[in-house]
């Protein structure tokens, strides 16, 4: 049996997803322990040109939940883009988490050599082979803003590490 692009990225998805919750849950802590309003956390970034906080925990569940979506050949579920709390964002994951589980792994495989077409900014579209879509951009764009939210929090002092970062990681995903 041959490794599969769904063994790949399903369970990089949920693993990252759940690390991130749980360094959401000691950044509300860090936050509550010094007295800082939340909202201090979720809109710094790093430089003045970066999305910030928040923004990287959206785009990172976005980046998931499309990109399997595409590759299934669902529908992803809509986020509005507005959560103002810790609690919201990880609202967001779980409901994240929740849809990836309905992924179907073997539609999910069937689209590897299929061409996908993905936005690419607002006036772009980006055209790819399915496992070149989800080895190539999908994993890259969600490790990028994964590891750019905790570069945020750990910025902040937020003690967190790269055991927090890697989280439990996922050694096989039940298929659906």
Known sequence: MSFT?????????????????????????????????????????????????????????????????????????????????????????AETLAFLKTIDAKAFDASASKQVTFPLGKANKGEMTGDAYITSFVLPNFYFHLTTAYAILRNCGVEVGKMDFLGKIAMTRTPV
């Open 5 to 93: 692009l769904s063994q790949s990225a399903l369970p990089a998805f949920e693993t990252g997803l759940n690390a991130l919750t749980n360094i959401l849950d000691k950044a509300a802590a860090y936050a509550a322990a010094k007295k800082i309003d939340e909202a201090v956390l979720l809109q710094t970034r790093m430089v003045p040109d970066m999305f910030p906080f928040a923004r990287q925990i959206q785009i990172v569940t976005d980046t998931a939940k499309t990109g399997s979506a595409r590759m299934a050949g669902v529908e992803a579920p809509k986020h509005e883009d507005n959560e103002t709390s810790i609690a919201e964002l990880k609202t967001r994951i």
